[in-house]
Every structure is written in C-alpha cells, then in structure tokens.
C-alpha cells in the first residue's frame, strides 16, 4: 500500500522566490517520491496554490490547508470555495490544531468535511489531545473529538475520510518533540476502534490514518513500522528540501 505523505507548509515561505526554489529542488529529486510508493500532497498557502499546482504536478497532488466557506457574494477580503477549486486540489486539510487555536471548532470542522466530501475532495480532519496526562484522560478526549469532528458524515463517505492524529504537545518547533511509534501504535488501534463504533469495521479498516508532530527525516520510517499509521502530516521538514527528500527515501528501508 501507498504512504501517504503531506507536506503541511502552514503560513511559509516567505516569499514566492523561496516557494519557487523550494519547489524545483523538489522536483530535482523527485524520484524520491514515485520511487518509494508516496503518494505526495503538498498544501502551500493560497498565493502559492497556482505555483505548486503548476510546476509540482508531475510528482504530487495539491492540498489546502482550510476550506473556504465564504458564500459568493459581495464580501471583500473572503474567497470562495470555487475560486479555490479552480487549482484542483485534490485533499483539504481540517482543523489543524493552529486553527482551532484562532477557534474553529468542532461544528465547524464537521460541516466543512460535509462541504469537502460534496466537492469531492478528500477531508484530513486532524485531531490530537494537547495535554498527554497520566491518568489516560486523552483516550475520552479524542473520542468525543474525533466523533463531534465527523458528525453528520455518512457511512458511505466515511471511507473518504483521512483521519490525522496530531497530538497538540507535538506538533511545531517549540513542542516536546514526536511521539515515540509503539505509542503511535497504540493510539492508532484506539482511534479505528472509535471509528469502529462510529460507522463499521469494514468502514473503518478502509480509513486511513495517518500522524503527525515533529516528523522528521530519523523518526518518520520507525513511526510507520510501528504503527499501523498510513502516513504522515508534516510541518516544518517539508520546507526544508533536503530533509523532506531524506524523509522520503527513508521510507523505503
Ligand atoms: P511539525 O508540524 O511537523 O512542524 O511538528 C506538523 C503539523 O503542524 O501538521
């Protein structure tokens, strides 16, 4: 089976020029990727969709960090879903930690993966506890998340569906770092025995999930041996073309 791998540039780089000679060292090297069964998706932000949806489609899929949900109309400053369809992203990325953060919430997430699934596009809907306490309150934790996040998503849709386990203390440079694979393991046999319950386990099986948090080019092989993880959600490396390149030639060892 294919990997899926996301590069999750968030808000970087700085400048078209950077996304420019990020993208053709990329592409360089982009063997790396086609050769290691990845399926690439690379979600810059939005002045950069056209750039990347250009110049990187030979070896990836475009992505959105966010669904637009701005209705047509006159609204300055907002886009529209539709203007955004128009770079054919493939997969949007849904409440990402650092979105909930400036507060979207669970309601909001589950109405735009509706949206998305409408549009045919592929939701990741990330979920992740932000403390990981002693006492194991997360596992309630992510259960009602995950469930609140996907309400309203029908069980035949449901399969369409990546779920993203972004545990909120790993994610980003100042976080305690990756979570180690055996438990990634673990947390990923919770999180299909929640989808389990919520659709079927035929459903379930065919969702993939996939991780993310201080994924690297030394943790990334291990953190899918272990676990039964799909893939991986990547922020930071994935700007650096060096390491996102060594990242995925590790994945073939
Ligand atoms: P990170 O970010 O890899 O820089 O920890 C992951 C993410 O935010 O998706």
Redesign the pocket.
């Known amino acids: 089976m294919r990997h899926i791998l996301v590069g999750?540039w968030?808000n970087f780089p700085n400048s078209i020029q950077e996304a420019e000679t990020l993208i053709s060292t990329l592409s360089k090297s982009s063997r790396a990727f086609k050769n290691n069964k990845i399926s690439l998706f690379l979600a810059p932000p939005t002045p950069f969709l056209d750039l990347v949806n250009k110049k990187a489609k030979r070896f990836s899929s475009l992505a959105i960090q966010d669904l637009p949900i701005s209705p047509i109309g006159t609204y300055t400053g907002e886009i529209t879903l539709d203007m955004i369809k128009s770079f054919g992203p493939k997969v949007t990325i849904l409440g990402?930690?650092?979105r909930r953060a400036l507060g979207e919430s669970d309601e909001g997430v589950s109405m735009k993966a509706r949206m998305a699934l409408k549009a045919g596009m592929v939701p990741i809907i990330c979920v992740g506890e932000e403390v990981h306490d002693h006492e194991g309150n997360y596992f309630q934790f992510l259960s009602e998340q995950i469930r609140a996040s996907l309400r309203g998503v029908k069980k035949e849709e449901a399969k369409n569906v990546i779920l993203a386990y972004?545990p909120v203390w790993?994610?980003?440079?100042k976080?305690k770092g990756s979570m180690d694979g055996a438990e990634l393991a673990q947390m990923v046999l919770f999180i299909k025995k929640v989808l389990t319950e919520m659709f079927s386990r035929g459903v379930a099986e065919k969702m993939a999930i996939i991780y993310?948090?201080?994924?690297d080019e030394n943790n990334a092989h291990s953190l899918l041996k272990q676990s039964r993880a799909r893939g991986l959600?990547?922020?930071?490396?994935s700007l650096d073309a060096k390491k996102f390149i060594a990242l995925a030639k590790s994945l073939a060892k």
């Open positions: 999750n968030k990402h930690s650092e972004e790993a994610v980003g440079a976080s993310g948090g201080s994924v959600l990547v922020g930071r490396v």
